[in-house]
């Protein structure tokens, strides 16, 4: 069975840095493409980053620069390294993977994760 287990997330100030984990069991990372997403009150989950098991990430416009993903596939997780949080990251974030798919695109992925709430305050 797959399961995806996210934490990391947290109260933190404008301005301020998490890092999210998510550690998979049932699947190995190498085979898998991982994308992290998120959905905030009254919207549509979105794709915030993806890594494939060549190392490729995708980063949306809305955190280029400030998110960094990255694998540990000796401890089956994933990392996002969230910096210069502003209060529009404010949602729940989620882990998901796919054997196939590599993207942003959240119905493209068969196994999510459980979500972690992450609050940026201005």
């Known amino acids: 069975e797959v399961q995806l287990v996210e934490s990391g997330g947290g109260l933190v100030q404008a301005g301020g840095s998490l890092r999210l984990s998510c550690e998979a069991s049932?699947?190995?990372?190498?085979?898998?493409?991982i994308g992290w997403f998120r959905q905030a009150p009254g919207k549509e989950r979105e794709g915030v980053s993806a890594?494939?098991?060549?190392?490729?990430?995708k980063y949306s416009d809305s955190v280029k620069g400030r998110f960094t993903i990255s694998s540990d596939n000796a401890r089956n997780t994933i990392y996002l390294q969230m910096n210069s949080l502003k209060p529009e990251d404010t949602a729940i974030y989620y882990c998901?993977?796919?054997?196939?798919?590599?993207?942003?695109?959240?119905?493209?992925?068969?196994?999510w994760g459980q979500g972690t709430q992450v609050t940026v305050s201005s």
């Open positions: 998901a993977a796919d054997r196939v798919n590599f993207g942003l695109t959240a119905d493209h992925y068969d196994y």
């Open positions: 049932g699947l190995l990372f190498n085979g898998y493409a």
């Open positions: 890594i494939n098991s060549d190392d490729i990430t």
